[in-house]
């Protein structure tokens, strides 16, 4: 793992040293968060990243999962789709068992932190233990709130509001709900392996071993096998301009132990390719940060037609690298490009395949974008930026008056 000093360089003196001294503030308290995987997607992503540096900073932050089984993630899966405004039946029955679990998780975990720091609605129930434990509760969101279906909005509500207040990663997520709510976006590391510099050779060997042709312009899509990253989308507008510009499309993605609709979307996957053999489905397994590094690196264009998207750290990762990025413009990634300016915006897959075709036979235009598009990044979605955020959200939880005495 790098050491904070290391990030001085990136992000300046300045902001590492804001960093030390609120830490230096903090000190003393325990934070807890609490999710449901380990590995896959964005939130486990951004734990990994920041806890060792958190704790380097002498800042004690410690991180747990709930346990549940096959069908509770069923259920988590389905409440995630309708929050995301899919029409999706969710049943009483199913928010028993939603509920079940979170109470048997509720007296399994220990739950020692001051600060219960909760991601997502998985395990936002285990705030029923705060009227006998007390401490700080923050939901932390990552999910696209745009349009939630009303009926599981207003269950989940009843559980937000017991916290002392949540997070989430856009304005465009505030919701009407009577706690504080704070506008935190993600962040990327810069100096993890899926975002350091790489050498030419790595990024061959990575190319050569999926067997993707250098030759050929590479547009890439890297995202979890999941229907609202529209996958089968994605093919559907490189089809569009296959016979106007000879390109591969590379499809990458693994899946998460809390998402059980991977192998499903898959398929679907595959079958939508129709044995195209430009078109490169591959699934990865867990810790191919190097693997998803280098195949960004040798793309000429990355995609992320998502239909909604909490934020889309692969916006923010595909941009570190210069790379230019057509994307949908939902939920956060609004937020990380500048239509025209720093990639692109699209709402449909005509429009995908239109700029798509565009930024294939315009390279220096692409290029700009690319660039505008690092700095952007480097200016608002690092790992830094994040950490100094949270660590004034912490310190918030316990100066409740006006003034903040630091
Ligand atoms: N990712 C990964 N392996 C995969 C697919 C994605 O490591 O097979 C990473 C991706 O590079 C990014 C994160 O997982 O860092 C996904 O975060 P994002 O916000 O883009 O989407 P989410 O999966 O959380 O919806």
Redesign the pocket.
């Known amino acids: 793992m790098p050491e904070i000093k290391q990030y001085i360089p990136i992000v300046g003196q300045s902001v590492v040293d804001e960093i030390h001294f609120l830490a230096e503030k903090f000190k003393g308290k325990i934070v807890q968060n609490i999710n449901s995987t380990f590995v896959?997607?964005?939130?486990?992503?951004?734990l990994t990243r920041m806890i060792p540096l958190l704790q380097e900073l002498g800042v004690d932050v410690r991180w747990d999962i709930i346990k549940g089984n096959e069908k509770f993630f069923n259920i988590t899966k389905k409440i995630h789709n309708a929050l995301h405004g899919v029409n999706i039946q969710i049943t009483p029955k199913d928010l028993d068992v939603f509920l079940q679990v979170n109470q048997e998780n509720a007296r399994e975990i220990n739950l020692y932190g001051d600060v219960l720091f909760i991601h997502d609605p998985q395990p936002i129930a285990l705030i029923e233990k705060k009227k006998d434990i007390g401490k700080k509760w923050i939901w932390r969101c990552?999910?696209d709130f745009t349009n939630p279906q009303p009926e599981i909005m207003n269950f989940l509500k009843s559980y937000i509001e017991k916290y002392e207040c949540a997070v989430f990663s856009a304005p465009v997520f505030s919701r009407d709900i009577n706690i504080p709510q704070f506008l935190i976006a993600?962040s990327?590391d810069p100096l993890s392996d899926?975002n350091k510099e790489l050498s030419p050779e790595t990024i061959n060997s990575v190319m050569e071993c999926f067997k993707i042709d250098r030759e050929r312009p590479i547009v890439t899509q890297?995202?979890?096998f999941?229907y609202?990253?529209d996958p089968v989308g994605v093919i559907k507008a490189y089809k569009k301009i296959k016979t106007h510009v000879d390109c591969q499309l590379v499809l990458?993605?693994?899946?998460?132990t809390d998402?059980p609709e991977g192998m499903e979307v898959l398929e679907k996957v595959k079958y939508a390719a129709e044995g195209d053999p430009d078109i490169h489905i591959i699934?990865?397994?867990?810790?191919?940060?190097l693997e998803?590094n280098a195949l960004?690196r040798a793309s000429t264009v990355i995609l992320?037609k998502?239909l909604k998207?909490?934020?889309?750290?692969?916006?923010s990762?595909a941009l570190w690298k210069s790379k230019p990025i057509i994307a949908s413009a939902v939920g956060?990634i609004p937020l990380q490009i500048k239509h025209q300016y720093s990639g692109i915006l699209t709402h449909s897959i005509e429009g995908t395949a239109y700029y798509l075709k565009q930024l294939l036979n315009e390279p220096e235009y692409a290029k700009k974008l690319g660039i505008n598009g690092k700095e952007h990044i480097k200016n608002n979605f690092l790992i830094t930026r994040h950490i100094r955020d949270y660590l004034l959200l912490f310190l918030s939880l316990y100066n409740t008056g006006d003034i903040v005495h630091l």
Do not use: M, N
């Open positions: 896959g997607g964005g939130v486990a992503e951004i990552h999910i993600p990327i899926k890297i995202s979890r999941d609202l990253k990458a993605g693994g899946g998460a998402d699934f990865l397994p867990p810790s191919s940060d998803i960004q992320q998502s998207e909490g934020f889309g750290l692969t916006v990762e956060g």
